[in-house]
């Protein structure tokens, strides 16, 4: 199995996020058991600044987390992404929406995988309802999905 891990996820671990931090971790060491975990290639570049633009430490880093650059992704579900962009504007009216097309694409590239590692399911869900998206546990324990 394979799966998709969301930049916020990596962004908290890397930066020790006060608190995400933990949760994040722990959720990317538990999918790590279960298969091979990516990151899309729209992340990837997403966290380059982080790192100072230098690949090798960026990548050094996240194969410390057992996770590496997706090869199949948004490219192969661009029909996904369109009927998603599509779905919203028809049901928002919002045509010209700041929307982060990275959401889009990160999403349409999930569908390729098990599904989406991230801490905000709603985000993807109302794009890709059939997403199958898999968060930390909160606080209380419970995991968000």
Same mark, same amino acid.
């Given at each position: ?32 058991? &279960?298969?091979? !975990?990516? +990151?899309?290639?729209? *992340?990837?570049?997403?966290? /380059?600044? %982080?790192?100072?633009?230098?690949? $090798? ?43 982060? &097309?990275?959401? !889009?694409? +990160?999403?349409?590239? *999930?569908?390729?995988?098990? /599904?989406? %590692?991230?801490?905000?399911?709603? $985000? ?22």
């Amino acid at each position: 199995m394979t799966w998709l891990v969301d930049l916020e996820l990596i962004v908290d671990v890397l930066e020790g996020d006060a608190v995400n931090g933990k949760a994040s971790a722990a959720l990317i060491d538990e999918y790590r058991l &279960f298969g091979e !975990l990516y +990151i899309s290639p729209v *992340a990837y570049i997403q966290l /380059g600044p %982080l790192f100072g633009g230098m690949k $090798e430490l960026q990548d050094k880093f996240l194969a410390s987390l057992g996770i590496a650059i997706a090869q199949k992704g948004a490219h192969d579900h661009t029909g996904a992404v369109m009927m998603a962009w599509s779905r919203y504007v028809r049901t928002t009216g919002d045509r010209v929406s700041e929307i982060p &097309f990275t959401k !889009l694409l +990160i999403g349409a590239a *999930a569908l390729s995988h098990e /599904g989406l %590692l991230t801490r905000r399911p709603e $985000e993807f869900k109302r794009f890709f309802p059939k997403l199958r998206c898999v968060g930390p546990k909160s606080p209380a324990g419970k995991v968000r999905s």
